[in-house]
């Protein structure tokens, strides 16, 4: 597990604070809690306390007078902290020795893969389930994104030590409307093949790939069902449709690197009588009662606007009691925490499946709820046009097979989840350094390219132990070495924030300083006038393209050697 980096250095500052306060005499009952951030100009130092501020009125002085006493107390290794500064109104700015950062070289190469995890997570269990498409048509783009932010979510809470667990759920539950004219719409398009006259229903599914499930059907069984009855006709079409729809989207979701440790159908809730049962549960619990011949959960006792429908005049159950049985075996499968990651129509449903979950006795914070916004794609500033063979949305396998995965992962991830995306598809497809994908894979593939070189030439790479690291001073190697020890502190954050897009932002950062490096004639890496030095900067190489790799397996991309 990785320790060091600056996440080690900014606790190690917070742990010197605490003490200077009892050093300085200072009476505080409790301490807050205490924040170093980087500072906005670099002439006020790499990192800033503004813990004076916080505790000036209880010490019952002045926050200048405060950071003073602090620092005139503070104790900090020369090795990590070169000078301490008191500014403005008491803000305690810390100026980083240049070389701070050289053990976390070492260590990099020490630990290769394992740099950045951590076991912040304890091995908590989690689940996260997205995508969760209808299985009545083909994924769209705005699968994909949500397919991108679920896969990457889950590699940084594996990362940070949680036991992650992927699920898909399959909604196709027996009383679903929709699923049932998904049936009816290949049935017409099978019967149309083989002569009858018939429409697919006006409210059916109207895109071409309902023929081609129609097609697959007739290839394989022939006209075997033509004189079936209609009633039951339909029921088989409607499951071997699903069949066929699931098929297609495990196979493009394994396209676009995701792989789930659980496909759940819903209609097993009602095999297992789970539905039944929670209904049950709701109305024993005092969370029910009866209006307009049907069953509603007070949803309002737990922050919903209204209460909402849970089983219909019908007798049928709504989504909601589905929902509400699903989470229920969620965690009654041991799971700490819930994660579901939902599209933007979805914002309606999160109140009341809170409300549900709550009402079952779960705690709130168990369920953790996040809705992502929409995709657009762009082709010259203009709005792609929908598929045809979707009828209604753009592909995601048309997306994979213009621009391949790793773009089309790395694009989805580069705004945060709660703001809208446009996907340029002219910039996705460029070779440049533009194209922010292929920035941060170059950089990757240069760190190669240097080692073949070394290794035209008989240079061996040494162990970490053999070069002597101290001779890296040039600022490019030390921005470097500072940009590298950041990785730990930046998977942390994304992980407790649920925000991936940073670790976007962090890999092209990493690009850039690295491209820096790569190109400046102050720092060749292949000296054949200083043995020493080049065996320094080939650790640094080594460790860049060590981050840099763990930072696109995260992502869920790869790190080519060659482009």
Known sequence: MSSSGILQVKEQLAAALAESVTHAGLEVAQLPAIQLSPTPDKRFGDLSANLAMLIAKEAGRKPREVAELLAKHLEVSPDVVERVEVAGAGFINFFLHPGWALPVVREILQ??????????????????????????????????????????????????????????????????????????????????????????????????????????????????????????????????????????????????GIRYDRWFEADSLFESGEVDEVVKLLTEGGFTYEAEDALWLRTTGFGDDRDRTLVRRTGQPTYLATDAAYHRDKFGRGFDLVIDIWGPDHHGYMARTRAAVQALGFAPERLELIIYQLVRLLRHGDLVPMSKRAGDIVLLSDLIDEVGTDVARFFYLMRSSDSHLDF??????????????????????????????????????????????????????????????????????????????????????????????????DCRVLDDQNAGLTAARLCLVRAAQVVLRNALTILGLSAPEQM
Not at 427 to 449: E, F, M
Request: with cysteine.
């Open 111 to 256: 630990v290769g893969d394992g740099y950045g995890r951590s076991n912040e997570g304890q091995g908590r269990r989690v689940q996260i389930e997205f995508v969760s498409a209808n299985p009545t048509g083909p994924l769209g783009v705005h699968h994909g994104r949500g397919g991108a932010i679920g896969d990457a979510l889950a590699n940084l809470l594996a990362w940070t030590g949680h036991q992650v667990e992927r699920e898909f759920y399959i909604n196709n539950e027996r009383t679903s409307l929709q699923m049932r004219r998904f049936g009816e719409s290949v049935e017409a398009r099978y019967l149309q093949l083989c002569g009858r006259e018939v429409k697919v229903p006006e409210d059916g599914y109207q895109g071409e790939y309902v023929g081609e499930i129609a097609q697959a059907i007739r290839d394989r069984d022939g006209d075997r069902y033509l004189e079936m009855p209609s009633e039951q006709r339909v029921p088989l079409f409607t499951k071997l449709a699903e069949q066929e729809m699931l098929r297609e989207q495990r196979e493009v979701l394994e396209r676009f």
């Open 424 to 521: 340029d598809l002219e910039l996705a497809k460029q070779q440049s350094r533009d194209n922010p994908v292929y920035y941060v894979q170059y950089a990757h593939v240069r760190t190669c390219s240097i080692f073949a070189r070394a290794s035209e030439r008989g240079i061996a790479i040494p162990e970490p132990d053999e070069a002597d690291l101290s001779l890296l001073r040039h600022e490019r190697e030390l921005d470097l070495m500072r940009k590298l020890a950041e990785l730990p502190e930046e998977i942390a954050i994304a992980a407790a924030m649920r925000e991936p897009h940073r670790l976007t932002a962090y890999a092209q950062g990493l690009a850039q300083t690295l491209h820096g490096f790569y190109d400046s004639d």
